[in-house]
């Protein structure tokens, strides 16, 4: 029987986890890795919302895929009922550039939820994700389905050397010996690409992206995900949390750029009919997602060695239909 190791313990790491127990896939053993102290991950740092804002099918394969995966993790939600998962609306509201916004959200009309002045609002129905609560979800379950072994490293793996066996060098001296390795890195993936110089990892990218959140213990309201002219509020019920943002920049740090943040939060604050907490009061957050070409999602397969990232838009929802056509194409 065969030894896997995945490389990343985020979303796509465990989701693939996830799928490989309930599939029963018969492995001998699964190693996932993770060094969270050194590799943030991006999953951890995340608005986490999923709604196809206006997409639908026939357009282009990202935007198929995406119709895909939402449906399958929809069907996921309704059959497992994850923890840290909420099914809520998403509204999208625009007050410039109408007439294209319309042609996008044809279904919207004149209203009056959460603004001061009306605006033209069209709502959806989307997935407000916790992803601490839901990624230790995903692991435990597995843990409970899965036909083989699971062992969790916490430690950064520094070296490949490819031959029969791949065999992975950590930072902590370790020397582990599997049959097959899968890359679930996120933007840490393009580090490994001269193993595959000729793929999509060579033009992969990381893109920083931030925004506030606030712990509001006492604020009574249905959850919420609001979008008005491209800026996010988004209010978290269950866990008492709300955020504002989010950016998105081609920086590959973790600093926050703040005065972008600041605007964001004026906008928002002239325009909405409740009360704020106060800009400072928030805690920054950033992360740094994948951004591999076209925005596409990838699955490479090479001999012993398989990447999978790239998951930029709706990762939450999308991550799931990738991590199962990995499963049924290629172990
Ligand atoms: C501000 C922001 C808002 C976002 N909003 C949304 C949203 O609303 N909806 C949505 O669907 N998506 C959103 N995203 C995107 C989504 O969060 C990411 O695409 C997704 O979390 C990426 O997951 P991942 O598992 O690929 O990577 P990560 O979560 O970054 O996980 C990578 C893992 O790999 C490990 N690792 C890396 N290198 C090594 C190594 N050499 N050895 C051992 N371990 C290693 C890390 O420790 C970590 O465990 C947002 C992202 C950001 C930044």
Same mark, same amino acid.
Request: neutral net charge; aromatic residues 12%.
């Given at each position: 029987?065969?030894?896997?190791?995945?490389? !990343?313990?985020?979303?796509?790491?465990?989701?693939?986890?996830?799928?490989?127990?309930?599939?029963?896939?018969? $492995?001998?053993?699964? =190693?996932?890795?993770?060094?969270?102290?050194? =590799?943030?991950?991006?999953?951890?740092?995340?608005?986490?919302?999923?709604?196809?804002?206006?997409?639908?099918?026939?357009?282009?394969?990202?935007?198929?895929?995406?119709?895909?995966?939402?449906?399958?993790?929809?069907?996921? #939600?309704?059959?497992?009922?994850?923890?840290?998962?909420?099914?809520? $609306?998403?509204?999208?509201?625009?007050?410039?550039?109408?007439?294209?916004?319309?042609?996008?959200?044809?279904?919207?009309?004149?209203?009056?939820?959460?603004?001061?002045?009306?605006?033209?609002?069209?709502?959806?129905?989307?997935?407000?994700? *916790?992803?601490?609560?839901?990624?230790?979800?995903?692991?435990?379950?597995?843990?409970?389905?899965?036909?083989?072994?699971?062992?969790?490293?916490?430690?950064?793996?520094?070296? #490949?050397?490819?031959?029969?066996?791949? #065999?992975?060098?950590?930072?902590? !001296?370790?020397?582990?010996?599997?049959?097959?390795?899968? $890359?679930?890195?996120?933007?840490?993936?393009?580090?490994?690409? *001269?193993?595959?110089?000729?793929?999509?990892?060579?033009?992969?990218?990381?893109?920083? !992206?931030?925004?506030?959140?606030?712990?509001?213990?006492?604020?009574? &309201?249905?959850?919420?995900?609001?979008?008005?002219?491209?800026?996010?509020?988004?209010?978290?019920?269950?866990?008492? &949390?709300?955020?504002? !943002?989010?950016? @998105?920049?081609?920086?590959?740090?973790?600093?926050?750029?703040?005065?972008?943040?600041?605007?964001?939060?004026?906008?928002?604050?002239?325009?909405?009919?409740?009360?704020?907490?106060?800009?400072?009061?928030?805690?920054?957050?950033?992360?740094?997602?994948?951004?591999?070409?076209?925005?596409?999602?990838?699955?490479?397969?090479?001999?012993?060695?398989?990447?999978?990232?790239?998951?930029?838009?709706?990762? $939450?929802?999308? @991550?799931?239909?990738?991590?199962?056509?990995?499963?049924?194409?290629?172990?």
């Amino acid at each position: 029987m065969t030894t896997l190791a995945i490389i !990343g313990s985020g979303l796509v790491g465990r989701s693939l986890i996830y799928t490989l127990a309930k599939e029963q896939k018969k $492995f001998e053993k699964i =190693t996932i890795f993770s060094s969270d102290k050194i =590799t943030t991950p991006c999953s951890l740092n995340s608005t986490a919302i999923s709604a196809l804002r206006g997409i639908t099918k026939g357009h282009s394969s990202l935007g198929d895929n995406l119709v895909e995966g939402f449906g399958i993790f929809s069907t996921h #939600v309704s059959e497992s009922s994850p923890y840290g998962v909420e099914k809520i $609306f998403q509204y999208n509201g625009a007050t410039q550039k109408l007439d294209q916004f319309k042609l996008r959200y044809p279904d919207g009309e004149i209203s009056h939820t959460f603004v001061k002045e009306p605006i033209y609002l069209s709502q959806e129905v989307a997935y407000m994700i *916790d992803p601490k609560t839901y990624l230790h979800w995903l692991l435990e379950t597995s843990k409970q389905m899965a036909p083989f072994s699971l062992e969790e490293i916490d430690d950064m793996v520094t070296e #490949v050397q490819e031959g029969e066996e791949v #065999v992975l060098k950590t930072l902590n !001296g370790r020397n582990l010996h599997f049959d097959k390795v899968i $890359f679930t890195s996120g933007s840490y993936n393009r580090y490994w690409k *001269d193993l595959y110089p000729d793929s999509k990892l060579k033009s992969s990218k990381p893109s920083q !992206g931030s925004y506030l959140e606030f712990n509001l213990p006492l604020w009574e &309201r249905e959850s919420f995900s609001l979008t008005i002219d491209g800026d996010n509020i988004i209010w978290n019920n269950p866990f008492k &949390r709300l955020y504002i !943002g989010s950016t @998105t920049n081609d920086s590959i740090h973790h600093l926050p750029p703040l005065s972008e943040l600041k605007e964001i939060y004026m906008r928002l604050n002239s325009l909405v009919d409740f009360e704020l907490p106060k800009f400072h009061e928030g805690e920054l957050k950033v992360g740094l997602r994948e951004k591999a070409q076209k925005r596409e999602p990838y699955l490479l397969n090479r001999g012993n060695l398989i990447f999978f990232g790239g998951l930029y838009k709706n990762a $939450f929802t999308l @991550t799931m239909k990738m991590a199962t056509d990995l499963s049924r194409q290629y172990l």
